[in-house]
């Protein structure tokens, strides 16, 4: 298949105006050996959102490491060993530096940066649900409300993310700014 900046340039064409996002002032940082399980960060998160308690709409997800058997069903994060690990992962949006995949493949620039934080942000009177930023992100941090029909994304609750506070064990943390976007591989192409 084509590179993907490829692929943009021959749908936008070669005059297409390069839109440069300075970088967030800082991105959530997970510690997984700290996490409990609860997911009161993914509660928390949908109740200052959403208005509502729904984990599915999060835009930090928690996972299991489980397998159940060397070739059998498989739940959560890359595998560590034949039969998982038993960890919790916490994904969080890494807040990507230039060029931000979700907010390139954005056709009617409705990701942009927060002013004031620098988080990239759905601007829902902007976004008509097609879901290319979905598709874009390469950690699968992009939700979607199938109730609105508009994608979501982690903001950082206008610099007082919701998950920090709710974490009881100190698992998460809001961190000065650093590049998250190398530290794993992503997930989809």
């Known amino acids: ?71 059998g ?3 959560g994060a890359p595998m560590q060993g034949a039969w ?23 056709p009617h620039d409705a990701i942009k940066a927060d002013p004031q934080t620098g988080a990239r942000f759905v601007d829902v009177s902007a976004c008509t649900g097609c879901r290319l930023c979905q598709r874009a992100c390469p950690w699968n941090m992009i939700g979607f409300d199938e109730e609105s029909q508009k994608a979501t994304k982690c903001f950082l609750c206008q610099g007082q993310p919701k998950c920090v506070e709710a974490c009881p064990s100190g698992a998460l943390h809001y961190v000065p700014w650093r590049d998250l976007s190398r530290d794993a591989a992503p997930r989809n192409a």
């Open 73 to 75: 069903l498989f739940a």
């Open 84 to 106: 998982g690990n038993g960890q919790f992962i916490q994904d969080v949006c890494r807040q990507c530096p230039h060029p931000v995949p979700c907010s390139t493949a954005c």
């Open 1 to 71: 298949s084509m590179p993907t900046a490829l692929s943009i340039g021959r749908a936008w064409g070669a005059n297409a105006p390069v839109i440069i996002i300075d970088d967030a002032n800082g991105p959530l940082l997970a510690d997984s050996t700290r996490c409990v399980g609860c997911l009161r960060c993914e509660l928390a998160c949908t109740e200052f959102n959403d208005g509502r308690a729904q984990p599915a709409l999060a835009r930090i997800k928690v996972q299991r490491n489980l397998n159940f058997g060397p070739q």
